[in-house]
């Protein structure tokens, strides 16, 4: 069979011929050898179809606007998949609004197996859009399962991949979306895929030891107010135990739970959320340490950027946005705007007073010797390593002054109730009666 090709060379330039092969990956595998990155391949069709083409003209605009489709047109195109892609079915404005942006269900992990998944398919030359197919099929039903099915629609229509998962923010930020267009124009796309799936692990990871490193301030807080009530069980009974502590813990908690969806709301306005991040950046001590891990967020977002050839001033704001700081986002926000005017990388981080020198002295030494992307992902680990050190003694303090607190809480429980026993009449009585 013969197949027409659109392909990317190592330049990043569009390159189009034809070649035989049995099938569609057969195909992919001849483009490969030629050198070339494969983004459509299309079997040479009577020109009887033409009008179907011409009916929708999803194929040929999306690759004239710059490669924009970056997936395989599917052998079998019927009519019916070019059809505009409307609303997701299904989804109420509520779901995507207001529960997707703060809980969908998948993990970190789960998101760096797929992307792993994926690069590893794109990598052997199956067309992309029956990567996806594939990849629905894997994973597990929900969100992300429901999203595939209708990326995979897109991307068989026509659509650039990095445009498709635009309809799904909350599972594909930003920063994924533009290192995958990146990967798309480059002919990198399994190279962008391996480098996503490596930060997401690498955010998994930190993300897991800070759990586990507060996990145990955490079990003492709720023991502290559970343990020294213990008395009120001893002398009047399990039942007045629980009426007295477990169900006021209760009605905290189920307090606590209603302020904490109420405050996920509300940092979704960008005031409230610059505001938030601006006392959390400066609490004394752990202030540096929430800055500490905000950077190396960013580092690590903005070397893959980097590397994936993402302008600088572009960027600087997704991986500003990486960095789950507002206050470091308004900051490298100025950076962008002094380095459109002419300034260096290092003289813009440096005028936000928000970096320290360290980092500014290693981005300078980047830039000279042409390896930033290298320096900022060493720059990364220094610093997740240097608040996993502040974070880890954090919790040593602050396990201390729970215990030393709970020790004074049953102290004081225990002096409380051998004063009520002596002055209640008690041991009075007992005098009385020898």
């Known amino acids: 069979m013969i197949y027409t090709y659109h392909a990317k060379d190592h330049t990043g330039n569009t390159v189009t011929g034809t070649l035989e092969a049995e099938n569609d990956s057969g195909a992919a595998g001849r483009v490969r050898e030629l050198g070339y990155f494969p983004m459509r391949i299309v079997p040479s069709r009577p020109l009887t179809v033409a009008p179907v083409q011409h009916q929708n003209g999803a194929l040929g605009t999306s690759f004239a ?3 924009a489709g970056g997936a395989f047109a599917s052998s079998t195109l019927q009519p019916s998949t070019l059809t505009a892609v409307g609303p997701t079915p299904g989804e109420h404005w509520i779901t995507r609004h207001l529960i997707y942006p703060i809980w969908t269900g998948v993990s970190l992990k789960d998101m760096a197996v797929f992307y792993r998944q ?3 398919m794109i990598g052997a030359g199956v067309p992309i859009y029956r990567t996806l197919e594939v990849l629905r099929g894997q994973v597990p039903a929900g969100v992300l399962r429901k999203a595939l099915h209708r990326i995979s629609g897109r991307v068989e229509a026509g659509e650039s991949i990095s445009g498709a998962l635009s309809e799904f923010p909350y599972l594909f930020p930003p920063l994924q979306r533009a290192m995958i267009a990146a990967g798309e124009e480059t002919g990198n796309l399994d190279v962008m895929l391996v480098r996503i799936a490596e930060y997401l692990e690498r955010d ?4 897991n030891m800070i759990k586990r490193e507060t996990l145990q301030p955490k079990l003492t807080l709720v023991l502290s107010f559970l343990l020294p009530p213990l008395f009120i069980a001893v002398m009047h009974g399990v039942q007045a135990y629980l009426t007295a502590v477990v169900l006021p813990m209760v009605e905290i908690a189920i307090a606590a739970l209603g302020f904490y969806i109420a405050g996920r709301f509300a940092l979704q306005s960008a005031t409230v959320a610059y505001a938030y991040d601006t006392i959390k950046a400066f609490i004394p001590y752990f202030g540096k340490t929430v800055r500490m891990l905000a950077i190396a967020k960013f580092s690590r977002a ?4 980097y590397a994936a050839g993402v302008p600088i001033p572009h960027g600087l704001m997704t991986s500003a946005e990486v960095g789950g700081n507002r206050y470091l986002a308004a900051a490298i926000g100025r950076a962008r705007t002094a380095i459109q005017g002419g300034a260096s990388l290092t003289d813009a981080l440096r005028g936000t007073g928000v970096f320290p ?19 900022l992902t060493k720059l990364a680990d220094f610093f997740e390593d240097e608040a996993a050190v502040r974070l880890h003694q954090s919790v040593i303090a602050l396990n201390t002054l729970f215990f030393l607190g709970v020790a004074a809480w049953v102290g004081y429980e225990v002096v409380t109730f051998y004063e009520g026993l002596y002055n209640g009449g008690e041991m009075k009585s007992l005098l009385n009666s020898n």
Do not use: H, Q
């Open 118 to 120: 994926f690069s590893a």
């Open 204 to 207: 998994f990871n930190l993300r």
């Open 357 to 375: 020198d360290t980092f500014l002295a290693m981005v300078g030494t980047g830039e000279v010797t042409g390896g930033l992307d290298l320096t």
């Open 302 to 305: 903005f070397a893959a950027m």
């Open 65 to 67: 606007e710059g490669v």
